[in-house]
């Protein structure tokens, strides 16, 4: 478990991170009266839908809803948690960031992480340089040109080369102000009895940068005949390889773009795809995955591409991670690769729509597993038909779906030459029919995690004029809160008919007649669920918009007289339907005269 950040360190980095430069590295924004605006970089649009508060530190996308503070924004574009967006922002923003003392961490601890993150990055520097601009170079820059990698793709990922001697970094380290302990720790020295010398000597390194662009260790690979073929960082403080991606840095923008991500084994597969102009490949760094990776990667994308080598090996390989990440309810997928080739094979060849066409044949990790199982099968025979049979009818109940399940049984069929009432047990499982879902299964991907009578968002129910009132007049109490305090205590929720701005009503009553308003706000705005985002919407639209205190009167006038004509409505047709109170009678007139009274003052406020 990760050390909590103190409430404090929270705050100052909220503080000092300006949102409108955070976001302006992320899309161009203009300014637009109090607010500025810009392309929404959350979705694909051609007209600016895109908001954001400087004053409030908010941003709002009227197009796709997507809405927060500078934190959710950092988080939600980089795919970071919470506590890795403060502690991002706080580097960038020159914030020191403290942490709870306890069992967790202290702050010795980062302190000390910080030192070996920093000796790791400079490494990786200074093996660039030696790559690129020494005589010793020379052997590997050769190998990475025959290798079809261009300069401008190494340098992107940061690619270079340790020197062939036994003590080239150690020196260069201590000169920094490291010491052999800290070398040690990162990975990048090896103690034998009294003597220390680096781990890596003559072998391009290709640095393992996590998610949030951090150098965590390295992996080399050797020029000659030496084993091992790569070499790794050994576990340690900052490097753990089950968490671990390569690439994942630089590809998680075009993840994000195509929702998907293409899963290949080693380093140079990924530079070469991303040479091709595939940008959204990244290795396992060796063969089948690990949960910690595929958790890290469920946090960008559901649909995972498995391209591993067309070996033994891969597909083992493939089919493990395949099972593994079924099991996280991801949709995973296999690229089939041609006998003998590697994904750097295809992408050198034939570039990127080589690579699309080999992506477009991609089959279910359900159908590769049973194609596996029919190929090692003696179908020929018939006794090899029945073992089969059964063999397939175990691999047909991991289906997500009785859809996904029915797809196959062609297949199978043909394969396995069954008669209509086999083919119909294969689709049928124990005590189900066909139609039927699986007992104690689970939903198919569309409806997982949702209710069946699914209530439709905010954005997706039709604003109706009274609800349309009930928003303007919210965003008036927000851009008025002085004038407002007055007029809230004369409303309660039945004024409002939208359940969404009954709750928001309740929230910004709260918040206006608050000692610190603006923090109570920040509170509300910061919480991620749709009355949050509501709340960061009115926020920005109270910038947007011209709200000024004749608004806010006018709309509480219209509030006032919606609510009057909702209570006659339903007086009048109780009395219509024959209950019959004198009381009634008398409130029902009541009624009708605040009813002349509110339209008469909403006249003079028309007028004036």
């Known amino acids: 478990m990760s050390p909590r950040i103190k409430d404090d360190s929270v ?64 988080q939600r574009l980089e795919n970071l948690s919470f506590a890795e967006a403060v502690e991002q922002l706080g580097e960038r923003f020159s914030v020191p960031v403290e942490y709870e003392e306890g069992k967790t961490g202290s702050d010795r601890d980062r302190s000390g992480e910080r030192r070996l993150l920093a000796l790791l990055d400079k490494t990786a520097e200074f093996y660039s340089r030696y790559l690129w601009e020494s005589k010793g170079g020379e052997t590997a820059r ?19 080369l340790a020197p062939g001697g036994w003590r080239g970094l150690h020196g260069r380290a201590l000169k920094e102000g490291y010491t052999e302990a800290e070398m040690e720790a990162a990975g990048l020295l090896i103690r034998q009895s009294d003597k220390a010398y680096d781990r890596f000597r003559g072998r391009l390194m290709f640095p393992l940068v996590d998610h949030r662009g951090r150098v965590v260790g390295f992996g080399g690979r050797t020029l000659g005949d030496e084993n091992p073929k790569y070499l790794n960082s050994p576990e340690g403080p900052v490097y753990r390889k089950g968490h671990l991606l390569y690439g994942l840095f630089q590809a998680r923008r075009a993840i994000a773009d195509s929702d998907e991500v293409l899963i290949v084994e080693g380093y140079t597969d990924v530079l070469a795809l991303a040479q091709a102009g595939v ?8 063969t089948a995955l690990t949960d910690g990776q595929l958790g890290l990667l469920s946090r960008f994308t559901p649909n995972v591409h498995f391209m591993f080598d067309a070996d033994r090996a891969g597909i083992e390989a493939a089919q493990r991670s395949g099972e593994l990440a079924r099991s996280r309810s991801l949709r995973a997928m296999v690229v089939p690769l041609p006998p003998g080739e590697d994904p750097a094979d295809v992408a050198k060849k034939g570039g990127a729509e080589a690579v699309r066409r080999l992506t477009a044949g991609r089959i279910s990790i359900l159908r590769f597993e049973l194609l596996r199982a029919l190929e090692s099968s003696d179908t020929a025979s018939a006794a090899g038909r029945v073992q089969a049979f059964d063999v397939v009818r ?51 991907q569309s409806t997982r995690g949702s ?21 303007e007049f919210l965003i008036a109490v927000l851009s008025n809160p002085e004038e407002a305090r007055g007029l809230l205590g004369k409303l309660d929720s039945e004024h409002f ?37 509501f709340f960061v919407r009115l926020a920005v639209e109270s910038d947007v918009g011209e ?24 007086l009048s047709a109780r009395l219509e339907s024959g209950e019959r109170d004198v009381e009634m009678e008398r409130r029902l007139v009541r009624l009708g005269q605040l009813q002349h009274e509110v339209r008469a003052m909403l006249a003079n406020v028309e007028e004036g």
């Open 11 to 74: 705050e100052a980095v909220g503080v000092a991170a300006d949102i409108v430069d955070v976001v302006s590295g992320y899309t161009s924004l203009r300014k637009r009266g109090a607010t500025y605006s810009g392309l929404c970089p959350f979705h694909q649009e051609k007209t600016p839908s895109f908001s954001v508060s400087a004053d409030k530190g908010l941003y709002y996308c009227f197009g796709c809803g997507e809405g927060g503070n500078v934190f959710t924004f950092v």
């Open 497 to 533: 008919v939208d359940p969404l701005h009954r709750e928001a009503f309740l929230g910004l009553r709260e918040v206006i007649l608050s000692a610190s308003p603006a923090q109570v706000l920040r509170d509300l705005a910061r919480d991620d669920s749709e009355l949050g985002r």
């Open 451 to 471: 209710d069946v009578r699914a209530v439709p968002s905010y954005r997706e129910r039709v604003r109706s004029p009274e609800a349309t009132v009930e928003r």
């Open 279 to 286: 940008g959204n490949a990244v290795a396992s760094m060796g």
């Open 547 to 570: 709200y000024g205190r004749a608004m806010l009167h006018e709309r509480h006038l219209r509030l006032e007289e919606q609510h009057l004509a909702r209570a006659v409505q339903q």
């Open 394 to 444: 175990a691999i047909l109940a991991k289906a997500s779906s009785p859809k996904e399940r029915e797809e196959e049984v062609r297949l199978i069929a043909d394969r396995l030459r069954l008669s209509p009432e086999n083919v119909e047990i294969l689709v049928r499982e124990p005590g189900v029919t066909a139609a039927a879902p699986r007992r104690g299964g689970s939903l198919p």
């Open 142 to 160: 050769a190998y990475l040109e025959a290798r079809g990698l261009e300069r401008a793709v190494c340098e992107q990922f940061r690619v270079g």
